[in-house]
């Protein structure tokens, strides 16, 4: 069941954590996956199934590698949970799209507080716009009374079931950050949080197991070739570096390489490795922490100089240039691999899918940030977004190839080219932007 929205902010992430937590609860094997990318949501409704959630995306990670993942998990799951993203039908592709695709039932989560007879209305947009009808449930949140509930359900037209109405209840909404929620291991009360959801939702119509359905023409999951084997990758990951796909990590493994994880902001010295990747995350928020460590920014210098290959993705990149200016106004000293400044903005500076075309392979992934960048460096490239209404002018991200470092604000999957990260990550091609 694909989990959708009219908007963001509705409650998509709350109800598909809440089931997860529920059947869980009843002993059953719950498996979710997030439509579009995304690194927060998928570490509250991992702590609500128990079990890793991937991204399918049929852009970013390709309409094969969804359906790989979907037949795998269909075949070990008692229940699969898919979130969508933004609205059904925002983006291209949407969630709908991906509904579409794979025959998919739709929930949609409504916040119904401030509406009446709209309500049918706005369900039968949502399951008729835009190509063949969608199967539509849908649950109406933020409802003030049994009064105003009987109001929305009899809006329905013919063909939509209601899956019934949660209430206005603070004490299952999920905090959030200037990137989204926070994640699950920054909510100490998650656990409480979840299961006050699974109560809220227990007595409803949508608590009862969806209509088994088949998959069909199923893709089959082709294992990359060992190109990492014998190679050590050490990854950055704490509390500032906490952005990195579970596919991604999977693929590093599939190509043999064993993975060293290690703490830019506690430890002093790297792990012994071959290659190093730097993910997104946070260091605006423990610059301070970052820029104490002159261990560890040594060790970065070390390696850069010594032609460690190195990674670096948004807010791994971020903390190789000289300074970071935070949202205060404070600057702090930063790695240095990379000349120039990075200042903290007060608005979103960027979002969405770009494809980076590096010498060792084209890659896609995506981009969201709040933070820009000024260096004398010239980009080895620019990323490229898929969107065909944007103009020529627009350009994608900044890619920088600095000696064996290789940098941007993408983040990228690496199963939508394994030959091309593990090209990265052996033996890149060296090229210096200075000027």
């Known amino acids: 069941m694909l989990i959708a929205a009219p908007a963001s902010g509705q409650g998509k992430t709350t109800v598909t954590a809440g089931l997860a937590r529920l059947h869980s609860r009843q002993g059953r094997k719950v498996r979710i996956f997030k439509t579009g990318p995304d690194f927060l949501d998928p570490a509250i409704l991992e702590a609500a199934s128990g079990a890793p959630v991937h991204t399918i995306d049929l852009w970013m990670t390709g309409a094969d590698d969804a359906s790989a993942r979907l037949a795998s998990a269909a075949c070990e799951a008692d229940l699969i949970l898919v979130e969508g993203v933004m609205g059904l039908h925002d983006g291209s592709p949407s969630s709908a799209d991906l509904a579409r695709r794979f025959g998919l039932p739709v929930l949609s989560v409504i916040q119904a507080g401030a509406m009446a007879q709209t309500f049918g209305a706005l369900s039968y947009g949502l399951a008729n716009y835009g190509g063949a009808p969608l199967q ?101 990951r704490d509390a500032a570096f906490r952005f990195i ?12 390489a064993q993975l060293a994880f290690f703490s830019p902001l506690a430890d002093t010295c790297l792990p012994a490795c071959d290659a190093l990747w730097l993910p997104g995350g946070y260091p605006e928020l423990h610059a301070a922490q970052l820029a104490s460590n002159h261990a560890m920014r040594t060790a970065l210098r070390d390696a850069h100089r010594a032609g460690l290959p190195i990674l670096a993705e948004c807010g791994g990149m971020m903390a190789l240039f000289d300074t970071l200016v935070d949202k205060g106004g404070s600057a702090h000293a930063m790695a240095g691999l990379l000349p120039g400044t990075v200042l903290m903005q007060g608005r979103l500076a960027a979002i969405g899918h770009q494809a980076v075309k590096l010498p060792e392979g084209e890659l896609r992934g995506h981009t969201f940030h709040y933070s820009k960048t000024e260096s004398p460096l010239v980009p080895l490239d620019y990323a490229t977004s898929p969107r065909e209404d944007l103009p020529d002018t627009v350009r994608g991200e900044a890619v920088y190839r600095e000696g064996t470092l290789t940098a941007s604000y993408v983040h990228l999957y690496f199963p939508s080219n394994p030959r091309a990260i593990a090209a990265v990550l052996t033996t890149p091609m060296q090229v210096s932007g200075r000027v």
């Open 136 to 236: 539509m449930d849908v649950l109406a949140n933020g409802v003030g009374s049994a009064r105003h509930a009987g109001m929305l359900e009899a809006s329905l037209p013919t063909g939509i079931r209601w899956m019934g109405a949660l209430p206005t209840d603070p004490s299952v909404s999920l905090p959030e950050r200037h990137l989204g929620l926070l994640s699950a291991d920054e909510l100490p009360d998650l656990p409480a949080r979840l299961d006050r959801i699974a109560d809220l939702l227990a007595p409803l119509p949508v608590a009862r197991l969806p209509e088994p359905m088949a998959m069909t023409n199923a893709a089959a999951a082709i294992p990359p070739a060992p190109l990492l084997a014998g190679k050590t990758i050490a990854i950055a």
């Open 245 to 256: 796909y579970p596919a991604n990590l999977e693929t590093l493994r599939a190509m043999g």
